[in-house]
């Protein structure tokens, strides 16, 4: 195969890559573990693609200095190879459990893989063992080839596994992106494997990358910071969407506050309460369905947007809240509790209202719930 058709994905993956990595750099808040995580798989896969673009051009050249140099290239080429696979495990994790961050001394099982594939990969141009450099500086497979690549599937599994478990965590928009990078590779690997020439596994991760990237940019417009929750501004334009439809569907939402939250930061610290603020949120969306979303509405002031036709339905998940509290309460090793005041109302369109009526409506609702109950785990009908 022409050397040029064989990495010319890479080339146009590194000139992207590079491109994108400055941008990347500088947008992300490196203060989130799941932020630094993303940027080195980043730069490790355009180290790769860089490394193997090189490997392809020093090859069969008929330079015997270049053996040594080759060698090593490719020991890097087959070092990193499950180290940016299992990285995105840990990036899918954090990404969907909210993490700040990723106890790896914890997961050293999972680090097994990488650590025995890098001594094979040192070693290999001495044994043979996954590749070798021929005295006519020819690269050649040894009879371990493929270790780096049923590692790489491994960390790949782990990926979807964890995904596609937890996708009730996860929005519509979410899953997909996460998904994406693992099945692009997936197959682009398959390709490279069993057709020797063609250069596609690391570009396709490359574009994979650049298209989670695009989403987690898009995320930080709309979703916040925090909680995961969507944003104030997001919500209010979905909702005011919802009221003008020509052809409406029931709805409702209610305004949950969490009581006694300045306690929790006053006592325990900032910290704490935004642990506690993401852990409500995390157990209300186990709870939510598909459709259906959290917004955090502003402080420790949520608002769920229900696709329900009834108010029994709204009462029945609020219900489920509730007790989903209770159990957290129960459980947790916190030296405080998780309560929340509620109010809901069911949208009518035979007597309509503007957003802004109806959010002040339901929100007066939630206020009069937390006079009445204040720290009662129990919501009270609104005739």
């Not at 197959?187 to 250069?199: D, N, T």
């Not at 991760?205 to 104030?232: C, E, K, N, P």
């Not at 501004?233 to 979905?238: C, I, L, P, R, V």
């Amino acid at each position: 195969m022409n050397l040029f058709l064989r990495i010319d994905n890479n080339i146009i993956a590194i000139v992207v890559s590079i491109i994108f990595l400055k941008n990347i750099t500088n947008s992300l808040d490196k203060k989130e573990t799941k932020n630094r995580v993303f940027v080195a798989i980043f730069t490790l896969n355009t180290i790769q693609l860089i490394d193997e673009t090189l490997t392809c051009i020093i090859n069969r050249q008929p330079y015997t200095w270049l053996i040594p140099i080759s060698a090593i290239l490719h020991v890097f080429l087959y070092t990193l190879a499950p180290i940016i696979t299992y990285m995105w495990y840990v990036f899918a994790n954090l990404w969907i459990n909210k993490k700040t961050n990723y106890k790896w001394k914890n997961n050293i099982f999972l680090l097994l893989p990488v650590i025995i594939n890098t001594f094979l990969a040192i070693l290999s141009p001495i044994l043979k063992l996954e590749f070798y450099i021929d005295n006519s500086n020819i690269y050649q497979r040894g009879f371990l080839f493929f270790v780096p690549s049923v590692m790489s599937y491994f960390y790949l599994f782990c990926g979807f596994i964890i995904i596609y478990t937890n996708k009730n965590k996860l929005t519509k928009i979410e899953f997909l992106p996460l998904l994406l990078f693992g099945v692009f590779p997936s197959i682009a690997s398959l390709i490279q494997i069993m057709f020797y020439g063609p250069l596609l596994m690391w570009s396709s991760i490359a574009f994979s990358l650049i298209i989670l990237y695009l989403y987690i940019q898009q995320q930080m417009i709309h979703i916040d910071h925090l909680t995961g929750a969507w944003t104030r501004e997001k919500f209010y334009n979905y909702l005011n969407y919802r009221i003008k439809q020509k052809k409406p569907k029931n709805f409702s939402i209610a305004f949950i506050d969490l009581n006694d939250f300045k306690k929790i930061n006053d006592t325990f610290g900032h910290n704490e309460g935004d642990h506690a603020l993401i852990n409500v949120v995390l157990i209300i969306k186990d709870i939510l369905k598909k459709d259906d979303f959290i917004t955090r509405y502003g402080g420790d002031e949520f608002v769920l947007f229900l696709n329900v036709d009834s108010k029994q339905e709204v009462e029945e998940l609020i219900t489920k809240i509730y007790d989903a509290l209770a159990n957290y309460n129960n459980n947790s090793n916190v030296d405080y509790e998780l309560n929340l005041s509620c109010g809901y109302e069911l949208y009518d369109f035979s007597k309509p209202m503007t957003a802004d009526e109806y959010i002040d409506y339901v929100d007066k609702l939630m206020y009069r719930d937390k006079n009445i109950r204040k720290l009662k785990n129990k919501v009270l009908p609104i005739d």
